[in-house]
């Protein structure tokens, strides 16, 4: 819900995201479902998971210079059409998308069904929900020098507290990987507005232009393994009062049953 008013609230915290016994309730659109997909278990079906693409996704693939991104493109796309094919009762072959005015793709047949995917080194997260959400996952680079990006897009409170944390490392990632996954649930995009979002824990009030008139944004912080942390952002409700879950994904063999 969108509103005109010059403040919206704004939440930011941390959870552990639990494992979902079954799928009894994995479709239930009232939930917050997160799907984690380790992408080395699927490079050897990827022929398969190809059959699944229209011909233009196909071309997209190809179009990557590196094998490993177009290999994590035909996963992400063909789970995410497998997934809402599931949720919808319908076939994958009926799962196409179309973008908004923002870019972002949603499925024409039902808008009310927000979803957003993420990948970073071994791992991808696809998230579904009621409400525009974002999703971001990092790969925490031990070589990576991020001095430069600092004052560029954290306030003088994030950058003390990255720097008095006892793991400046992991705490870099985890605001930044909140900036991503609020910026992707607004529509926004990055720019010289990211150093204004607070991500530090905590309520804040913020200008509503800065989330894009949105009133209520949230943003929680999730371990996904040792190497790698991710953010889960929505704009309907406090997280911290949210249930999150990792639910199954669907295994090879489901996946060749389906063609």
């Excluded at 790969?139 to 897009?153: A, G, L, N, R, T």
Aim: glycine share 4%; aromatic share 12%; net charge neutral.
């Amino acid at each position: 819900m969108k509103i005109k008013n010059l403040e919206s609230r704004f939440f930011c915290g941390s959870s552990k995201v639990v494992q979902a016994q079954g799928e009894a309730s994995v479709y239930d659109n009232s939930a917050i479902k997160l799907f984690k997909i380790e992408l080395s278990q699927y490079y050897n079906i990827i022929e398969v998971l190809s059959k699944f693409l229209s011909p233009q996704e196909v071309l997209r693939a190809q179009r990557y210079h590196q094998l490993r991104d177009s290999n994590r493109f035909i996963i992400c796309r063909s789970f995410l059409k497998i997934l809402i094919a599931k949720q919808k009762s319908i076939e994958v072959s009926q799962v196409y998308f179309e973008k908004g005015e923002n870019h972002k793709p949603y499925f024409p047949l039902d808008k009310t069904l927000f979803f957003n995917v993420s990948h970073a080194g071994d791992f991808a997260i696809i998230a579904f929900g009621n409400c525009e959400l974002g999703v971001d996952i990092e790969k925490i680079d031990q070589h990576f020098d991020y001095s430069e990006i600092i004052p560029v897009v954290y306030d003088i409170i994030e950058i003390d507290t990255i720097q008095s944390s006892k793991d400046s490392r992991s705490m870099f990632y985890k605001f930044w990987t909140r900036k991503e996954a609020i910026v992707k649930a607004i529509g926004k995009g990055i720019d010289e507005d990211l150093i204004k979002i607070p991500v530090t824990d905590g309520f804040h009030n913020i200008l509503s232009a800065l989330v894009c008139n949105f009133k209520n944004v949230s943003v929680i912080s999730f371990k996904v393994n040792e190497n790698h942390i991710g953010a889960l952002a929505l704009t309907n409700e406090t997280l911290s009062n949210a249930n999150i879950a990792f639910y199954p994904s669907p295994t090879v063999d489901e996946i060749r049953s389906l063609i």
